[in-house]
C-alpha cells in the first residue's frame, strides 16, 4: 500500500503546503510544468519524486525527467503525461498508447482544471490534480492524495491550496 500525493502545474512556485500535505504519502507524483530545477530538488528531497516534463518546462527539467511516464505501482499500471485532455477527447500525442494498451490510471495536467473521472470505454481512472501554482487562470490551487492498494485506488482527498491571487 503506497500513500501518493500527486500534483501538477507549479510553474516554479514553492509553497510549503506541499510538504504539510505530502507528510503523510509515501511518494509524490507531478504532472508536469514543474517550472524550475529547485522545486522538483526540494520535492525529491522530501519524498521519493516521480515527474513528467510539461510544455513550459525547459531545458534542465527536460534532462531530468520525461515527457511521458508508464510504471507499476502496487500493482497498479499508472501513465502520467502532461498533456493529455479527457476521456472521450484525448490529446493525439497519448491517444494511441491509451487505446492500445490502457493503464488502470491515467494523470495529466496542463488544463489547470481539477478532474477526476472514470473512462467508461477504456476502464481507467482519469486524474488532473489542477494547479498548485499561481501562474494561470484557475481559481483555486489544487493537489491530490489518493492510496494505491493491491491495484485499485482508495482514499482520494482534493486538497484547497488557496487563491492564486490571495498570495503576494
Known amino acids: ?74 500493482g497498479a499500471t499508472v501513465l502520467m503525461t ?3 485532455g ?17 493503464p488502470a490510471l491515467f494523470i495529466c495536467g496542463h488544463s489547470h482544471i481539477l478532474k477526476v473521472q472514470y473512462d467508461q470505454q477504456l476502464h481507467f481512472l482519469h486524474i488532473n490534480p489542477g494547479a498548485a501554482g499561481l501562474q494561470g487562470w484557475h481559481r483555486v490551487r489544487t493537489l491530490v492524495r489518493f492510496t494505491v492498494d493491491a491495484g485499485a485506488f482508495h482514499d482520494l482527498e482534493v486538497v484547497e491550496l488557496g487563491r492564486p491571487r490571495d498570495i503576494s
Not at 514543474?34 to 531545458?59: H, K, M, Q, W, Y
Not at 479527457?86 to 490502457?102: C, E, K, V
Open 1 to 74: 500500500m503506497k500513500r501518493i500525493g500527486l500534483l501538477s502545474d507549479t510553474h516554479a512556485y514553492w509553497d510549503d503546503k506541499y510538504l504539510e500535505y505530502f507528510a503523510e504519502c509515501d511518494e509524490i507524483w507531478h504532472a508536469g510544468d514543474i517550472g524550475s530545477t529547485e522545486v522538483a530538488d526540494r520535492l525529491a528531497a522530501f519524498r521519493p519524486l516521480r515527474a513528467v516534463v510539461g510544455n513550459c518546462d525547459g531545458g534542465d527539467l527536460r534532462l531530468m525527467f520525461p515527457e511521458k511516464l508508464r510504471w507499476t505501482c502496487e
Open 82 to 84: 502532461h498533456i493529455g
Open 86 to 102: 479527457y476521456p472521450g477527447r484525448y490529446d493525439r500525442s497519448i491517444a494511441r498508447q491509451l487505446y492500445t494498451n490502457p
